[in-house]
């Protein structure tokens, strides 16, 4: 069983879209994440959810919108996809806030605007 | 959020050669330092983490050391083996997440 699953693997899409990336986590675990990774490798976070409440919002534009139905699921939607888009999306997982603990991450999704 | 300087951003050694890699954080409230190996293609794995009570944390041939004072810790890898050859990451708690330092290519040459 995969800890942290994340889908599609690879999204190829057009500007200006409308895509989504779905993860799942089945350990149990209170806290999601949601990093980019450019190019260069960077990791940097987007958004973070204790228990499907909103705790981390980095300076992401608006077009990006998470949602979390459950505490073990955390979307990523995200509207008018632009060229500086493209990335490898990871959606992470923890124990919870209290640790603070190491991550569990998905495979990623590596999403290409052309 | 605070910055992780991580150096060097490439390294490459001989096999059955030693690695360090070295990184700086300036919060000084940080309590959580774990390292991450992600290798070409592949999700980011933990391979090591050390909490600020203890200086220093070994796990066969990885280890890991810590300096609060300095704010700076440090990954050991001994004996290195081609399958070490990956992007290594080392991150720090601040404010209910982890920050990542910009990454070092480990390259391991046979």
């Known amino acids: 069983d995969t800890a942290v699953s994340q889908t599609p693997k690879y999204l190829v899409t057009q500007m200006g879209n409308d895509k989504s990336i779905k993860c799942e986590q089945n350990l149990g675990h209170d806290t999601m994440y949601w990093y980019k990774q450019d190019s260069k490798k960077f990791l940097k976070i987007m958004f973070s959810?204790?228990?499907?409440?909103?705790?981390i919002n980095e300076t992401v534009p608006n077009r990006f919108s998470p949602k979390s139905p459950d505490k073990a699921h955390l979307n990523l939607h995200i509207n008018s996809l632009e060229l500086g888009d493209s990335a490898v999306y990871f959606c992470?997982?923890?124990?919870?806030?209290?640790?603070?603990?190491?991550?569990?991450f998905g495979s990623g999704t590596r999403l290409t605007v052309v | 959020g605070e910055n992780v300087e991580q150096h060097p951003s490439t390294l490459s050694v001989q096999e059955g050669d030693s690695a360090v890699i070295k990184c700086t954080y300036s919060d000084s409230a940080s309590n959580y330092f774990p390292w991450y190996k992600q290798e070409l293609g592949k999700r980011p794995q933990l391979i090591i983490d050390?909490?600020?009570?203890?200086g220093e944390k070994k796990d066969q041939r990885i280890a890991v050391t810590l300096n609060k004072t300095a704010k700076h810790f440090s990954l050991h890898i001994t004996e290195t083996q081609p399958e070490d050859s990956a992007v290594y990451f080392c991150a720090w708690d601040a404010g209910n997440m982890l920050t990542f330092g910009g990454g070092t290519r480990l390259m391991v040459k046979p």
């Open positions: 959810y204790n228990n499907k409440e909103l705790i």
């Open positions: 992470a997982s923890s124990l919870d806030l209290t640790g603070p603990y190491g991550y569990t």
């Open positions: 050390i909490r600020s009570n203890v």
